[in-house]
């Protein structure tokens, strides 16, 4: 059974820096293309980054570029994204998910997601 568990999250003064992480447990994982998502409230759930298979390229929403960064490390299945610059704005839970798909930024295109993380940055 397939499990993605997103940790990290917490509560952060704007500026500031946080990291998540999610362990994924797919067999297959370094055939996947793995997103981070993030929901706020009373809002849609929007694409954040992606990161492609081999942790070479990557993908990133405009509101994030240069503040966020995403990675992975294949031998221990898991994903990472750096996030710095935190605005209030971002406040948000953060999902990992799961893609078959070559770099999607659409959520019809990942195929497992984690249960979320609680991101909350501070004014």
């Known amino acids: 059974q397939v499990q993605l568990v997103e940790s990290g999250g917490g509560l952060v003064q704007a500026g500031g820096s946080l990291g998540l992480s999610c362990a994924a447990s797919?067999?297959?994982?370094?055939?996947?293309?793995m997103g981070w998502f993030r929901q706020a409230p009373g809002k849609e759930r929007e694409f954040v980054a992606a990161?492609?298979?081999?942790?070479?390229?990557?993908n990133y929403a405009d509101s994030v570029k240069g503040r966020f960064t995403m990675s992975r490390d294949n031998a221990k299945n898991t994903v990472y994204l750096r996030m710095n610059s935190l605005k209030p704005e971002d406040t948000a839970v953060y999902y990992c998910?799961?893609?078959?798909?070559?770099?999607?930024?659409?959520?019809?295109?990942?195929?497992?997601w984690g249960q979320g993380t609680q991101v909350t940055v501070a004014s």
């Open positions: 797919i067999r297959t994982f370094s055939s996947y293309t």
């Open positions: 990161i492609s298979w081999s942790g070479g390229p990557t």
């Open positions: 998910a799961a893609a078959a798909k070559y770099l999607p930024a659409e959520t019809v295109h990942y195929d497992y």
